[in-house]
T-cell receptor, first 110, second 113 residues
């Protein structure tokens, strides 16, 4: 079974609003990553947060990690049309395997 | 930027035929991964490699084999393709020396009739 599970499966918001998506996982991890995928393309790495970190920022992205709850959230502030994509979390469960969740489809409405 | 090339990019084949997908990197990254992506399942790990001749199974390895005889090439083989293996296959390399940030290829779309 997949390690990470994103929530919600799909999200539609107005341009300019903030988008939040969540990821839950099952086992202890070294790090957790978030990726973006535009339709028909390969995944692009967004941000990595290590198990000893609680929050990380990169531009309009903010990621939090709560290892006690085995969960992470990705916040995209001031959303733009170009943010329309699928977003995936991926976990490194200390066994060299990097396991992805099923993703959240984000649609930014004009 | 890491250079990664998948071939072929598109392939249509018939049930029962063997298929090999190739992933080629232009650098010497140690870790390489094969994933498949299907609607409703996200990406699922098939096999991965942590060095030449060092490979291990992922989540959905049944029906697939891999080989890595050179650092730069990671081959995924379907010995006898089935319709359930119709999918988009992605290769990825870990560009931080360990199991960290992955850099993905553009994908190989395989259709098994």
């Amino acid at each position: 079974s997949q390690q990470g599970e994103e929530d919600p499966q799909a999200l539609s918001i107005q341009e300019g609003e903030n988008a939040t998506m969540n990821c839950s996982y099952k086992t202890s991890i070294n790090n957790l990553q978030w990726y973006r995928q535009n339709s028909g393309r390969g995944l692009v790495h967004l941000i990595l947060i290590r198990s000893n970190e609680r929050e990380k920022h990169s531009g309009r992205l903010r990621v939090t990690l709560d290892t006690s709850k085995k969960s992470s959230s990705l916040l995209i502030t001031a959303s733009r049309a170009a943010d329309t994509a699928s977003y995936f979390c991926a976990t490194d469960a200390r066994d060299d395997k990097i396991i992805f969740g099923k993703g959240t489809r984000l649609h930014i409405l004009p | 930027d890491a250079g990664i090339t998948q071939s072929p990019r598109h392939k249509v084949t018939e049930t029962g035929t063997p298929v090999t997908l190739r992933c080629h990197q232009t650098e010497n990254h140690r870790y390489m991964y094969w994933y498949r992506q299907d609607p409703g399942h996200g990406l699922r790990l098939i096999h991965y490699s942590y060095g030449v001749k060092d490979t291990d199974k992922g989540e959905v390895s049944d029906g697939y084999s891999v080989s890595r005889s050179k650092t730069e090439d990671f081959l995924l083989t379907l010995e006898s393709a089935t319709s359930s293996q119709t999918s988009v296959y992605f290769c990825a390399i870990s560009v931080r020396g360990d199991t960290g940030e992955l850099f993905f290829g553009e994908g190989s779309r395989l259709t098994v009739l």
